[in-house]
């Protein structure tokens, strides 16, 4: 407001808006072929500004609100923004960033006030959130810029806010996003939908699906904005990917950072440097990685988990913007600091299922995979250890995160967010997307999801001559599937992710084990460790197995360093008992999901150790780091367990524990046959002597314990 604006010395009437001409609504915005309009009368709220004046000089500030007025309170059941600015700072031909202007020269759309990046083009705007719950929860005066690159030509554009202490606050202090231990923001983001993006959820499905993975990624909150007081659709409030971000999420130090995005070598760096990286792609070109020596040299220099879980989820989405495009990493400068991969913009992903990600990536087939931003993965695959990590953690990630269940479950988040606005939405832009068409479309969504894993398996197995075992696909199975799934708030606690088979109860080419006893009721709700020679006094019990449980096993979590003889050089620091599934990892009794540990200390290394009541215990060859999700598979390699020859090739190029140890002392001797020979015929029996793990006791028990005799498991954790 102006001072020759309208004064006001009482309260003011405020009305329900119906039958207001649209106004903002109706303005160009783009080129003509982008120009949409509104199909019918637009949805607006009552936006109030006010100032005080003293003989024509402002002596406040301006005090902007924004309030609904309508029968139904519910109308919206998204959270709602209200932006508000100066109408010339959004449209007017000179200074307004919103609209073509006068700059434009009628082709180049670079010469758009709506494409111009830069402070010149950052304009004041008074931001408003509020729910339904906590009614206007946050309002501050920013910033406000266009963002994106392409998006810009469209009529409902991305925006990025901007928190300075010029405006007012110098943050966004509240906790937008409750699954991120979060509660100030520098910058934030406001993601339109490209009307390409036809679910309009593909990135935000994508940023849910990864929350709880090893990778930075965008948290998103879903919202209805208003700007000036006229409905401007579905926006996704995203993070801004910066040195605020990665301070925020990493706790990195936002001054002491370099950030790569695309090639390390044409424009590279939004903060920081080159060389660091150059350097170690120059060792990757020199050495052979293949080297185990060469290969734990470039893990000090960069974070090969977090990696492969970057990897992983780009050939899973079958992102085909990527890798030559939407690429960042970053470092914190300093020693011992690692190359870590931020995870963002899947608008072009859970499109194509037959799409051949991984083959096209490891062979440079088309044109979205150049050369530079291949060569590290590529190499990196020359490595067994990274490779076997990758298929394992490939097939883990499908079986789990990547579920057809659980993806499926995300997208029915977004569609029962969309849903009852989307006709709205549509008939503001015009995107010619009825709410069956878009139905339509989440329906080929939901078949990606339902057919990728097999496409998966099928790449794993034509690049790499390994079998990966994934869920059943079937098209057109998941229609019904109406579980809803959303981020979980921040917790703490440390997940382990481990695989195991036993020798036993496993089946050969099925990369699983049988689970008679789960079928006969045998296995008891608590577990069975408490007595000599575990002795753990652990509680852990359930009143339900899950579905496909093979038997307990206690997992230990060891810090120090093992010794092959003599005594223990290892201490336990945490111990859980766990129930093993027939794919051979081990979850939580209660909850079917991982093991959580809150005793570890975070970034520590521990060994694992496996113990079953009658087959050699083992402990992993490698420490693990401790940290939010840890991962370990004893599955693929004989090597993954400590010492010669401590694990048993199961014939289809898998490893499994040692059957035979009947009495539990970390020997296979004549004295587990006794125990086995002092009652060989028991049936429906839970007995430490039924090696196969089959509710009988008889000569197949036998049987294993033969080839497996004088067999001596580790020294480091024998009882």
């Known amino acids: 407001p102006k001072s020759n604006d309208n004064l006001y010395n009482s309260s003011i009437s405020i009305e329900s808006r119906e039958g207001d001409p649209n106004v903002y609504s109706e303005i160009p915005t783009g080129a003509s072929s982008f120009n949409t309009f509104p199909t019918e009368e637009v949805y ?3 936006v109030i500004r006010a100032r005080a004046y003293q003989d024509g000089v402002p002596v406040s500030r301006i005090y902007t609100r924004s309030y609904m007025v309508d029968s139904d309170p519910d109308r919206y059941t998204l959270p709602i923004i209200s932006l508000v600015s100066d109408p010339d700072n959004l ?20 010469t758009m ?71 100030e923001y520098k910058r934030l983001v406001l993601r339109a939908q490209r009307p390409s993006n036809s679910s309009f959820f593909t990135d935000e499905v994508a940023s849910n699906l990864v929350s709880e993975i ?18 401007w659709g579905i926006y996704h409030l995203r993070e801004r990917i910066d040195e605020y971000f990665i301070e925020g999420n990493t706790g990195a130090d936002k001054d002491n950072l370099t950030i790569i995005e695309n090639s390390p070598t044409a424009a590279c760096c939004i903060e920081g440097m080159n060389t660091e990286y150059l350097e170690m792609l120059d060792f990757v070109e020199n050495n052979d990685l293949s080297s185990t020596s060469n290969y734990n040299q470039i893990k000090e220099m960069m974070d090969v988990d977090n990696y492969m879980e970057y990897l992983i989820a780009e050939f899973y989405m079958c992102n085909y913007d990527w890798p030559r495009n939407n690429l960042r990493y970053w470092k914190e400068n300093g020693e011992g600091n690692k190359w870590r991969w931020i995870f963002f913009d899947i608008d072009f992903g859970f499109r194509f299922y037959e799409r051949p990600s991984i083959e096209n990536f490891m062979n440079n087939l088309t044109d979205n995979v150049a050369e530079w931003s291949t060569f590290l993965g590529q190499e990196l695959m020359e490595n067994n250890e990274f490779k076997n990590d990758f298929i394992d953690l490939m097939e883990y990630r499908l079986n789990n ?23 709205e939405y549509n008939n503001r832009f015009d995107y010619g997307v009825s709410y069956d068409k878009w139905l339509w479309h989440v329906g080929m969504a939901k078949d990606f999801v339902a057919l990728r894993p097999c496409y998966i398996q099928e790449q794993i197995e034509d690049e790499f001559d390994i079998t990966i075992d994934i869920p059943e696909c079937v098209e057109g199975s998941l229609g019904d599937y109406d579980e809803i799934c959303s981020p979980m708030p921040f917790e703490t606690g440390l997940e382990l992710d481990v695989k ?4 036993g109860p496993y089946m050969t080419d099925a990369f699983k084990m049988q689970d008679y006893l789960n079928d006969q009721n045998l296995i008891p709700n608590a577990q069975p460790y408490d007595t000599a020679p575990w002795n753990y006094n652990g509680n852990e019990s359930t009143e339900t197995l899950p579905d496909e449980s093979v038997d307990w096993v206690l997992v230990e979590m060891r810090s120090g360093t093992p010794n092959l003889f003599g005594s223990a050089g290892t201490e336990v620091e945490e111990i859980q008992a766990g129930i093993l599934l027939r794919n051979g990892h081990v979850v939580d009794p209660s909850t079917g999901d991982e093991l959580v540990f809150d005793d570890l200390d975070e970034g520590e290394l521990y060994y694992i150790v496996i113990r079953h009541r009658n087959h050699l215990d083992i402990i992993s060859a490698q420490p693990i780091e401790a940290k939010k ?13 400590l010492g010669a020859n401590q694990l048993k090739p199961t014939g289809d190029g898998r490893f499994a524990m040692f059957a035979g140890d009947y009495v539990t002392d970390g020997v296979i001797l004549v004295t587990d046959y006794d125990a086995w020979n002092a009652n060989p015929a028991q049936l429906n029996a839970y007995e430490n002597t039924d090696g196969t793990l089959d509710g009988v006791v008889q000569n197949t028990d036998n049987n294993l314990w033969q080839p497996n005799k004088a067999k001596i498991g580790s020294i480091e954790i024998q009882y």
């Open 500 to 503: 195991v088979y036993l020798e």
């Open 401 to 423: 995160e990547y579920s057809p269940e659980n993806v499926v479950c995300h997208m029915n988040h977004f569609i029962d967010l969309l849903g009852p606005h989307m006709d």
């Open 629 to 641: 999700e840890m991962i370990y598979n004893f599955t693929l390699t004989e090597s993954s367990a």
């Open 113 to 183: 006030n709506c494409f111009q990046k830069g402070s010149d083009w950052e304009r004041p705007v008074h931001v408003e959130f509020m729910d339904q719950e906590e009614g206007t929860y946050l309002t501050q005066d920013a910033g406000v810029r266009i963002h994106g690159g392409g998006s810009r030509r469209y009529a409902q554009k991305p925006l990025r806010l901007y928190a300075r202490s010029e405006y007012g606050e110098s943050y966004f202090n509240h906790n937008f996003f409750p699954e991120k231990d979060i509660d």
């Open 44 to 46: 607006k709220i009552n």
């Open 91 to 110: 449209f007017d031909d000179e200074i307004g960033i919103y609209v073509p202007g006068s700059g434009y020269d009628g082709g180049n759309e670079t």
């Open 214 to 231: 090893d990778m930075e990624r965008m948290a998103v909150k879903t919202h209805i904005v208003f700007l000036n007081g006229e409905f």
